[in-house]
């Protein structure tokens, strides 16, 4: 469909974030470096605010934002990037860092993506703000998977 709300695309970011914590945690069962097990519950854990965060947008946020219909005619992304991640046999800390940044930065374009597209201020406000605090949390999760670097 070519047209979504944006509660739609709100949706679809929790299922997002809810789908990634189960292929970090999948995954966390088959690694076996404990630094790599560790990185994956912690992003994990970390999908799982995201999640908890969005869904607050969500119960408290503007009705009438919520149901501004958005002209969508690209593709959204999909969990599936952690695949390659999952069939990884020689599994690091690199590949793990490499990836959620990955994902978090594609998560971040498609916020700013639409933003572009957006026909009124408030609509155009919401989602950089959805994409500013996706590149902060990124900036915030290279900033913790550096310290497990160093662990």
Known sequence: MRFKQIRDLVDW?????????????????QAEDKRVVMALEYLADHEH????ALRRHLDSGDDALLRTWLDDS???PHPHVLDDLAASKSLDLEDVTGTAIAVHRT????YRAHAGAATNDHERAFLNALADGQAS???RMVRDMARLHDY
């Open 13 to 29: 970011a929790i299922g997002f974030h809810v789908a990634l914590a189960r292929r970090y945690r999948a995954v966390a069962r």
């Open 107 to 110: 998560l971040e374009q498609f």
């Open 49 to 52: 605010k995201l999640e908890a």
């Open 137 to 139: 949390e990124t900036r």
């Open 74 to 76: 690209g593709a959204w």
